[in-house]
């Protein structure tokens, strides 16, 4: 299968000045480190990583912004920061903090000028553009300012903006922060359906652990501006997903609850958060159980934070040796 991402031992460094106005301490800062990665046409990856472990600054590279201190990157065959113009035309990508929508005018206004900067045919842009309202149920807001939409309707409309001119790579970079648990479903499966259907490739960064499990099929972690994981989204799921936080709600004080195999995390007077490894334990039991013992008002499953489970991954993949060579970059 061809590769829509080959990266080899891409590296990125800033330099930064600290001190005052009489004495200033000049230093190098590795962003990123030899990252080396290849990503095959039409595969969902997750890219993911504490702050600061480098992400940004590699996608960054990868959609041509920055240009690399050392090694090579190649995107559909193109070099980013080289013949980034043409790169443009051939990928999509999506900033949950930046928007690529105009912010008092309706996406409909966007979605024109878009177009018109990518040269579409007028032809081609209106079946593209109606097969993207329909699939994103666009409709309703087509019409509305930007500014005027819900976080869930902008970001919908966000994704849809980027696939106008039918990209092969799609970088999507938090594009569920801030969203409910019915706006972050909703997108999840929108993103997957593309990915599947029309054999989009897709780079995702997410600090939701949710993201990665319903939008991709291999997951890469960094950290230092390293990768200290390649594997499937599967094998992770395995490994290092088992533990899950069940949050329990009470219309009386919390009672006394002794659970097996369940770790009481927090309590307060109307609210516990258990944690709970569904290796040992099925979560239905534990919610059976706690339902049977009080007057529970509400019961939430999540996935504990994503940083979490990259301290394990990062713990259990030679923490010292990565820790030490990042040291020895500085």
Known sequence: MSKAIEVNSLSKKFVVTTGGLFKRDVRDVWAVKNISLAIDAGQSVAFIGPNG????????????ILEPTSGTASILGLTPWKE????AMSIGAVFGQ??????????????????????????????RRQLLIENFNLAPILSTQVRKLSLGQRM???????LLHRPRVLFLDEPTIG??????????????????EDGLTI??????????????????????????????????????????????????????????????????????????????????????????????????IEDPPL???????????????IQEAYEDSR
């Not at 919908?156 to 980027?162: L, T, Y």
């Not at 499990?213 to 390293?226: T, Y």
């Open 98 to 127: 930046r928007s690529q929508l105009w912010y008092h005018l309706p996406p409909a206004d966007t979605f024109d000028l878009l177009a018109k900067i990518y040269g579409l045919d007028s032809k081609i842009y209106r079946a």
């Open 53 to 64: 472990a480098g992400k940004s600054t590699t996608i960054k590279m990868l959609t041509g």
């Open 156 to 162: 919908k409309a966000e994704i849809a903006a980027s």
């Open 203 to 300: 780079l995702l960064t997410s600090h939701d652990a949710g993201d990665i499990e319903a939008v991709a099929e291999r997951v890469i972690v960094v950290n230092h501006g390293q990768v200290v994981l390649d594997d499937t989204v599967a094998n992770m799921r395995r490994d290092y997903l088992g533990t899950k936080i069940l949050e329990v709600k009470f219309h009386d004080c919390v009672p006394a609850i002794d659970l097996g195999g369940v770790a009481v995390v927090e309590r307060s007077d109307y609210v516990l958060k258990l944690e709970v490894d569904t290796s040992r334990t099925p979560i239905q039991k534990v919610m059976n159980d706690v339902v049977q013992t009080a007057n529970v008002a509400d019961i939430t």
């Open 84 to 87: 980034r113009t043409r790169l």
């Open 179 to 196: 969203l409910d648990v019915v706006a972050r479903m909703e997108l999840r499966e929108l993103i997957r359906n593309w990915n599947t």
């Open 307 to 321: 940083e979490s489970i990259i301290a394990h991954i990062y713990g259990s993949h030679h923490a010292q040796e």
